[in-house]
């Protein structure tokens, strides 16, 4: 039983290392470029271990996205679950940092799923389906949080809301990895906060330090 799990964990392992490698290879060559024989190399195997686990190049690609998306649907459900709008506005206004480097690798990625998509049937299904699968994701998670009933109206039904979000945060992040210096990676939360009419109370003045009226540290106008 021991050995059988073994034989599974060191599987998984070598799934994960050519992922990695594909994410590697794929935004650095180009999708349609790069080749198996380079995916298994990058990883430190050869090509026969990426056929032992994908079917080929579109699987490879299918299956980075799916990894995308379930780690960003878990980051979403410990983020957002079980918070009211106003928690989940103040949330999403922190102060957004630098983009990091995994972050622009995928901007790429996601550049060569939607090439490779609009090329090929096969892969415009699969990947067509995967993003659905993320629209249900954040669909659930706005339902979930209440933003039908922040007004009596709401727009967008929450289906249509989650593509809506998705097509921001992709366009925007774009813009940020292409010009940093002058879009702000903080505008995508900005305008999320006011497309759902999420609620954000004024964050209160701090509080200015008692002085002694006679002292001359008191500033002066």
């Known amino acids: 039983m021991n050995e059988r799990l073994s034989r599974q964990e060191r599987k998984a392992q070598t799934r994960e290392r050519l992922l990695d490698a594909a994410a590697q290879v794929f935004a650095q060559r180009g999708f349609e470029?790069?080749?198996?024989?380079?995916?298994?190399?990058?990883?430190g195997y050869t090509k026969g271990a990426v056929y032992s686990n994908f079917a080929g190049k579109t699987?490879?690609?299918?299956?980075?996205?799916e990894r995308r998306i379930e780690v960003q649907?878990?980051?979403?459900?410990h983020r957002f679950e079980g918070r009211d709008a106003e928690e989940i506005a103040r949330d999403l206004l922190k102060?957004?940092?630098?983009m990091s480097d995994s972050e622009k690798q995928f901007l790429v990625l996601l550049v060569e799923f939607w090439l490779h998509a609009m090329r090929d049937e096969r892969a415009r299904l699969l990947i067509a389906e995967q993003y659905e699968r993320a629209r249900m994701v954040v669909g659930k998670l706005l339902v979930d949080s209440g933003y039908e009933k922040l007004v009596t109206e709401p727009k967008l039904e929450p289906r249509d809301m989650a593509i809506v979000i998705e097509a921001l945060g992709t366009g925007l992040a774009m813009q940020a990895a292409l010009d940093p210096e002058r879009v702000r990676l903080g505008l995508e939360a900005e305008v999320m906060v006011k497309l759902l009419r999420l609620p954000v109370l004024p964050h209160a003045e701090p509080a200015l330090p008692e002085t002694d009226p006679g002292s001359t540290d008191a500033a002066s106008v």
């Open 33 to 43: 470029a790069a080749s198996l024989d380079e995916v298994a190399a990058a990883a």
């Open 73 to 77: 649907s878990a980051e979403y459900a």
């Open 59 to 65: 699987d490879l690609l299918i299956a980075l996205l």
């Open 95 to 98: 102060p957004a940092d630098h």
